[in-house]
């Protein structure tokens, strides 16, 4: 059986356990048309021209994990940011951990989606906003009709939460091979700041497929700051729908750490809905073998005064493949918008590839607009300047690999998250160089 038909097939047996009487229930409904009507995205689609994920559909996946599995904080702990105190929001495949998670209810509301959408005292909120922002196209819409678990978070006005937010889904491979579709929705109210630190983490070699769907609304004068570290078992596939919708004098930024995985594919969306907006976008890549990470942005400027900044930057080694498909809308009222797009890539193999398509739509005449895309290899002059002041190659290279990441890095607001970044990047170029790591 096809994994499409076994997928419909499938929510027979999920719709049994619902209530089918809720209006969430006629949103599932709707979504399992659509993905019906579409499918799974083949090359066909412009979006999809240079990801292909006939390879991951071909096994043959559990739809719903069989059994439970627990694991303890000895075998895990070091995929947390442990160096600070957070909340946490743990999943192991696709089901809530209640022995690693550390959620609360004390002025800020950080639980399951589960409980949110099931419970009276959430309906408000998900009535005003579950399935709001995200654009209901194949595996959105697949997430959407099998949306039960993920993180709820709900930040109220004037509240400056303390701790940073850890959200991190675990595959155990307790099942030959997995599916889960995680839903997270994240609402700050006005003048709310907040931090959160999201992973996927594989602990199997066993196949995996995450299709998960974030939402963030970001009100006015708010700030949220989102990190996501991909750094995944090389059978552990990732597509990555996140959308976001900002009001007036807003603050949002993601930073996207690609470093491990299969196939990785991160779709991010921006709409500005006001003005004084400011979005940013950054994102740094480092990938080897046969791995394929693959970022689309877009980011919809829909009103006056706003900006937004997007740079990423990628390396690539042996026959890895990079996709940057970065677009920016402009709408005609949007005056004065300021929009900076830049994609650099270093290719460190010959067989390495990357595809890079920055657009811009522009329709109003008084803006600031620039994207740029550079591809290239390393500065054989200023590597063979550092070998002749004693320092080794393979150092060297990793020098200008962490100079030309940089850029990135700097914007990082937690000192904890940026230090595991710096590590990460570390062990995958293979050195040591003398950092505080």
């Known amino acids: 059986m096809e994994l499409k038909e076994k997928i419909l097939s499938s929510y027979v047996a999920f719709e049994?356990?619902?209530?089918?009487?809720?209006?969430?229930?006629?949103?599932?409904?709707?979504?399992?048309e659509n993905f019906d009507k579409l499918g799974f995205p083949t090359k066909k689609l412009e979006?999809?021209?240079?990801?292909?994920?006939?390879?991951?559909?071909?096994?043959?996946?559990?739809?719903?994990?069989?059994?439970?599995?627990?694991?303890e904080l000895a075998d895990v702990k070091k995929y947390f940011i442990h160096d600070i105190d957070t909340y946490k929001v743990v999943f192991i495949d696709g089901k809530y951990s209640?022995?690693?998670?550390?959620?609360?209810?004390?002025?800020?509301?950080?639980?399951?989606?589960?409980?949110?959408?099931?419970?009276?005292?959430?309906?408000a909120v998900i009535e005003n906003y579950f399935n709001k922002v995200a654009q209901q196209d194949n595996l959105t819409s697949l997430n959407t009709a099998f949306a039960t678990e993920g993180a709820y978070i709900h930040i109220p006005r004037n509240v400056e939460v303390e701790k940073p937010i850890q959200i991190i889904n675990f595959t155990t491979g307790s099942e030959a091979a997995t599916m889960t579709q995680p839903r997270n929705l994240i609402v700050v109210d006005e003048n709310a700041h907040v931090q959160i630190i999201e992973r996927h983490q594989s602990l199997t070699s066993n196949p995996v497929l995450s299709n998960i769907v974030t939402e963030i609304f970001s009100a006015k004068n708010s700030t949220v700051d989102v990190y996501k570290i991909q750094n995944d078992e090389l059978n552990a596939s990732l597509v990555d729908n996140t959308y976001v919708d900002q009001k007036s004098n807003s603050v949002v930024s993601v930073h996207t750490f690609s470093f491990g995985g299969n196939i990785t594919r991160n779709n991010l969306n921006f709409f500005q809905n006001g003005e004084h907006i400011d979005s940013i976008l950054k994102g740094i890549t480092i990938i080897e073998g046969k791995q394929h990470v693959d970022h689309h942005t877009l980011v919809h400027h829909i009103e006056p005064n706003c900006e937004s900044h997007q740079d990423y930057k990628g390396i690539f080694d042996e026959r890895s493949t990079g996709v940057f498909n970065g677009k920016v809308i402009v709408n005609k009222e949007a005056q004065k918008t300021n929009a900076y797009q830049q994609n650099n890539n270093v290719l460190i193999s010959d067989k390495a590839t990357i595809n890079a398509k920055p657009q811009l739509e522009i329709f109003a005449d008084d803006v600031k607009c620039s994207h740029g895309c550079t591809i290239g290899q390393l500065d054989d002059d200023a590597l063979f300047y550092m070998q002749q002041r004693g320092i080794p190659q393979k150092e060297g290279k990793a020098l200008l690999m962490f100079a030309f990441a940089n850029t990135v890095l700097e914007s990082v607001k937690i000192p904890e998250v940026k230090s595991r970044i710096t590590k990460l990047i570390a062990n995958k170029l293979g050195v040591n160089i003398g950092f505080d790591l």
Do not use: G, Q
Request: aromatic residues 8%; proline residues 3%.
């Open 16 to 32: 049994n356990n619902l209530n089918t009487n809720s209006e969430i229930h006629d949103i599932r409904t709707e979504a399992l």
């Open 47 to 71: 979006a999809w021209k240079y990801t292909s994920l006939n390879s991951v559909l071909k096994n043959d996946f559990s739809i719903f994990p069989s059994k439970e599995t627990t694991i």
């Open 98 to 123: 209640s022995f690693l998670s550390e959620t609360t209810h004390d002025t800020i509301d950080v639980c399951l989606m589960s409980s949110a959408l099931s419970k009276p005292k959430y309906k």
